[in-house]
């Protein structure tokens, strides 16, 4: 039996930056302009600590200008609104990103509120959300944009094709069906309470896996030749006492019958900072009034 493809994420964001890396000299040789991140960071995630610093390396590698704000996990929330009302004041920055999750003291959906949307290059201000629902250009997650990234270079054209977004998330789940309706998709949303799913998997085209259960969806609940994007990131023990991260879907059975899937790690987490610098170069892009490249 042959094995399902790999989609590899690491490559196709390598290429997607270095195009990315030409678009931003354009800029700043043309026009005099050079795209600004600034990323917030409040307490000491060690998750989060480990994104924040792989984000500002692949913003400086792409000649961006990188503003890093780390905060003392004590910050009241006030002075957290009062830090993003001065970055949304700030010409140099065009993209603004809070690292979640925040300490509890904070109120999450405030902070995302608080961002300019036209800076919101994460794309969870609810003008963005609704513009998105709307089928309006908009600041789109990161994540959901990198999968369909996979899925069209893999695909081409998706219209038609059946899909199966599993989990419902504001940050994967509800904006992964948004792209998939808008390029024409017969889009099911499946979650917790969705009965018989092994049923519903079975009929799919595309599955987007983005729960959260560790290696949670079977190899035969899969339609032969389908094409798996699993967004899943779960850290779980090895018989040895180490530790390793596997996705959502149970990938050694799964590779047996997809016609094509990403690993984990390997996959979509290279395209999720890869479209977070996209964004920053499209914001800075609007906020000049320049034409957005195709990226």
């Not at 400086?60 to 957290?80: A, D, Q, W």
């Not at 699993?230 to 050694?252: C, M, Q, W």
């Not at 997809?258 to 984990?264: L, R």
Request: proline share 7%; glycine share 8%.
């Amino acid at each position: 039996m042959t094995e399902a493809k790999r989609m590899d994420g690491t490559l196709f964001s390598a290429k997607l930056r270095d195009t990315l890396a030409g678009h931003v000299r354009d800029l700043r040789d043309l026009h005099h302009v050079t795209p600004g991140l600034a990323v917030v960071l409040v307490g000491k995630d060690p998750a989060s600590q480990v994104y924040v610093r792989t984000k500002h390396k692949r913003t400086v590698e792409l000649g961006m200008k990188s503003f890093e704000h780390t905060l003392p996990e004590e910050t009241p929330e006030h002075e957290v609104l009062t830090l993003i009302a001065g970055l949304n004041a700030d010409p140099e920055v065009h993209g603004i990103l809070v690292q979640l999750p925040l300490p509890k003291h904070i109120d999450a959906q405030k902070v995302i509120e608080a961002i300019d949307p036209a800076k919101d290059v994460d794309g969870f201000h609810p003008v963005n959300v609704g513009r998105l629902a709307a089928g309006i250009d908009a600041m789109v997650p990161c994540t959901p944009l990198g999968s369909l990234m996979l899925l069209k270079d893999r695909l081409g054209k998706l219209g038609g094709l059946d899909a199966v977004v599993v989990g419902r998330s504001n940050i994967v789940g509800k904006p992964m069906a948004q792209l998939l309706i808008k390029e024409s998709c017969t889009v099911t949303v499946a979650h917790s309470q969705t009965r018989d799913l092994p049923a519903v998997l079975r009929r799919a085209d595309i599955v987007v896996a983005a729960i959260g259960k560790a290696e949670m969806i079977r190899g035969d609940w899969l339609k032969p030749g389908c094409t798996v994007i699993d967004v899943g990131i779960n850290r779980v023990e090895a018989p040895d006492g180490s530790t390793r991260l596997v996705g959502d879907v149970n990938f050694a059975e799964a590779v047996k019958v997809a016609g094509a899937i990403t690993p984990v790690p390997g996959g979509v987490g290279p395209m999720t900072i890869a479209c977070l610098l996209r964004n920053t170069l499209v914001a800075c892009c609007r906020q000049h009034h320049l034409p957005v490249p195709a990226v």
